[in-house]
C-alpha cells in the first residue's frame, strides 16, 4: 500500500524538521509549510491524508488555514499543534474543523497515537461513504424493481409485454442490449423476436450463450464473451456490434419449469456485470416469469373463447350447406374493410367476434323457414328477420371483456341500413356504430357472389341461384352507396375487393370469376 501524505505547516523550521523526520519513522510520507498560504497552495495539488497545523503563525493563522482547507479539501482532518491552549478556546478550534490537539513541546508518542486514530476513523468514514452510497444506489434499484413489477403486471397483451420487458430490464441493468427468449420444448428451440421488425428468431437450445442457459438452467455471466468458444458472433459481424460483458440466467415458472432465458449485453460504464447485477436480475427474472405466465394465460383463454365462438358460427352455417363459411368469409371480408379504414386493434376484435356471430340468431330459426328455396311469404321474411333480434338475445348472454361488450350490438345491425329502412330496429347512419356499417357492406357481399338455393333480384330481375355477375355486384354496391350503405365503407370495400377476391380465387370463387371480377374492378378506377 502506499504511504498516506501529511502536510505539516509550522512556521518554526525546528519543529517542521522534527515533524518531518518522526512522520517518516512512522511510516508516513509528508510535505511541509511553514506558512498558510503555501499550506492551501498545496492542498489545491495534493490529496492529503491529514494535515498537522500550528495555531499561532503570522499572517494566517490556524485557525484560517482550516476554515479555507475545508473550501479545499473538506474531507482531510486536522491536528492541531499550540502551546496556548488558553488563548483559543477548544470550542473555537473545534468549530474551525481540528479533529485532535497536540501540545507544545511535543510528544512524538502522543503524535503518533493521535495521528494513526485521525487515519483510521477517516479510513472508516471513507469506508461508511462507499458502503453507504451503495446502500443508497441498491435502495434506487430496488424501488425501480418494484415500479417495474406493478408496469409488467398491468400489462398482460403479450405482444405489447415483450418489448416491455426488453425496454425495463435494459434500464433496470444498466445494460447497452437484453434480449429475451422463450423456451419452446416441443421443437427443442429457444425464440425470441426482433425488435425493428418484429421478426421471429429460432435457435436450437444448447446452441449459443442463450440456448446453453436453456439446457443447462445454469447462470453465465462472463466480462467477454467472445472468449467463450461457443458464443456466435454472426449476430455481431451482421449488425455492427461488439458483445462484451454478458450476464445470461434463466427464467423458470412457479413450478420450476424453465420457460425463458433472459441475457443482459454490456454493462454501461463498467467492464462486467457484477455480484449486485446478478441479484438484481435474480429479482427481476420473477417479475418477468409472472408476467409471461399472466400473458400465455391470457393469450390461451382468447384463443379458447374465439375457438368456441368459430365453432359456434361454424355451426349456424352448416345448418345449410349453402351457407357453409358465411360467418367466416363475413368476417374476413369485414376486417380488410375495416383495416382499410385504419381502425385500431381493438375495432378488428370487435368486428372479427361481431363477424362470427352476426347469424347466430339462425339457430333459433326454424328449418321450414331457413332452408326454404324460393321466395318467402309475408310471413316467412318477417320469421326470417328475426334472426337479428334473437342474435342479440343470444349474445346478450354471453360474457365478453370490457372491451367487447359491444359486439352483441354490433352484430345484431349487420341488417340495418344508413337510409333508416333496415331491420330491426330502422336505425339511421349517424345512429349505426361504424363496424355495424362495415358488416352489413360485408354481409350483402357474400351474399351477392355466394351460390345460394334461393334467386337473388336486381329490382325484379332474378339472378338466378349462382354468384351474381360481378358487373351487377359493382351496380348493386354503387346504386346504395348512401341509401344502404354508408359511403366511406364501399370506398373501403372498392379499394381491398381486387385483393379479396384474388385471395379466394380457385377456393369459393372460380378463377374466372375472379379475372372478370378484376378487370371490371381495374376499370371502374
Ligand atoms: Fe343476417
Ligand atoms: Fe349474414
Not at 165 to 172: D, F, N, P
Not at 379 to 392: C, G, Q, S
Request: aromatic content about 8%; some cysteine; hydrophobic content about 40%.
Amino acid at each position: 500500500m502506499d504511504k498516506e501524505m501529511i502536510l505539516v505547516v509550522d512556521d518554526d523550521t525546528a519543529t517542521v524538521d522534527i515533524l518531518e523526520e518522526a512522520l517518516g519513522s512512522f511510516g508516513y510520507n509528508c510535505r511541509t509549510s511553514n506558512n498558510g498560504f503555501k499550506a492551501l497552495e498545496l492542498m489545491k495539488k495534493e490529496l492529503f491524508a491529514a494535515a498537522i497545523c500550528d495555531i499561532r503563525m503570522p499572517g494566517m493563522d490556524g485557525l484560517e488555514v482550516m476554515t479555507e482547507a475545508r473550501k479545499i479539501a473538506p474531507g482531510v482532518p486536522f491536528i492541531v499543534i499550540t502551546g496556548f491552549v488558553e488563548e483559543y478556546v477548544y470550542d473555537q478550534v473545534i468549530e474551525a474543523g481540528a479533529t485532535d490537539f497536540i501540545r507544545k513541546p511535543l510528544r512524538l508518542g502522543e503524535l503518533k497515537i493521535k495521528l494513526d486514530r485521525v487515519l483510521s476513523e477517516r479510513l472508516l468514514q471513507k469506508k461508511n461513504r462507499t458502503l453507504l452510497k451503495k446502500a443508497n444506489s441498491l435502495n434506487d434499484r430496488l424501488t425501480g424493481l418494484l415500479i417495474m413489477a406493478r408496469e409488467l403486471s398491468l400489462e398482460l397483451d403479450f405482444e405489447n409485454l415483450f418489448p416491455l420487458i426488453i425496454k425495463k430490464v435494459t434500464e433496470a441493468m444498466g445494460a447497452e442490449r437484453t434480449s429475451l427468449y422463450l423456451i419452446d420444448w416441443n421443437r427443442g428451440e429457444i425464440w425470441t423476436k426482433v425488435a425493428e421488425h418484429f421478426k421471429k428468431i429460432r435457435l436450437p437450445i444448447g446452441k449459443g450463450i442463450s440456448g446453453r442457459v436453456a439446457e443447462t438452467g445454469d447462470t453465465i455471466n462472463v466480462a467477454d464473451a467472445w472468449n467463450l468458444p461457443y458464443f456466435d458472433r454472426s449476430f455481431d459481424q451482421d449488425s455492427n456490434f461488439r458483445t462484451r460483458a454478458v450476464l445470461c440466467m434463466p427464467i423458470s415458472n412457479r413450478q420450476g419449469d424453465r420457460i425463458a432465458v433472459i441475457q443482459v449485453i454490456n454493462k454501461v460504464g463498467g467492464l462486467r456485470f457484477g455480484k449486485d447485477d446478478l441479484q438484481i436480475l435474480k429479482g427481476l427474472s420473477g417479475f418477468v416469469a409472472i408476467a409471461l405466465e399472466n400473458s400465455f394465460l391470457i393469450e390461451e383463454l382468447e384463443a379458447s373463447f374465439e375457438g368456441a365462438i368459430r365453432t359456434l358460427a361454424a355451426t349456424v352455417d352448416a345448418r345449410h350447406p349453402l351457407t357453409a363459411g358465411h360467418s367466416q368469409r363475413v368476417t374476413e371480408y369485414a376486417l380488410a374493410i375495416a383495416g382499410e379504414m385504419k381502425l385500431d386493434e381493438d375495432a378488428l376484435k370487435e368486428i372479427n367476434y361481431a363477424g362470427l356471430l352476426h347469424d347466430i340468431g339462425k339457430i333459433g330459426i326454424k328449418d321450414s323457414v331457413l332452408l326454404k328455396s324460393g321466395p318467402f311469404t309475408a310471413e316467412e321474411r318477417a320469421a326470417m328477420n328475426e334472426h337479428t333480434t334473437k342474435t342479440l338475445a343470444i349474445l346478450e348472454k354471453f360474457h365478453f371483456s370490457k372491451k367487447l361488450r359491444d359486439v352483441p350490438i354490433l352484430a345484431t345491425y349487420h341488417h340495418e341500413k344508413v337510409n333508416g329502412k333496415g331491420y330491426p330496429f330502422g336505425l339511421t347512419g349517424n345512429e349505426l356504430p361504424l363496424a355495424s356499417k362495415i358488416l352489413a357492406a360485408a354481409d350483402v357481399f357474400d351474399a351477392l357472389t355466394s351460390r345460394r338455393d334461393y334467386p337473388k333480384y336486381v329490382g325484379n330481375e332474378g339472378m338466378g341461384f349462382e354468384p351474381m355477375p360481378f358487373g351487377k355486384v359493382i351496380g348493386i354496391f354503387k346504386a346504395d352507396r348512401g341509401s344502404h350503405f354508408d359511403p366511406g365503407v364501399i370506398d373501403a370495400f372498392f379499394r381491398c375487393m381486387p385483393e379479396i377476391l384474388r385471395r379466394h380465387r380457385g377456393k369459393h370463387f372460380s378463377p374466372e370469376y375472379v379475372d372478370g371480377a378484376i378487370s371490371l374492378l381495374e376499370a371502374e378506377i
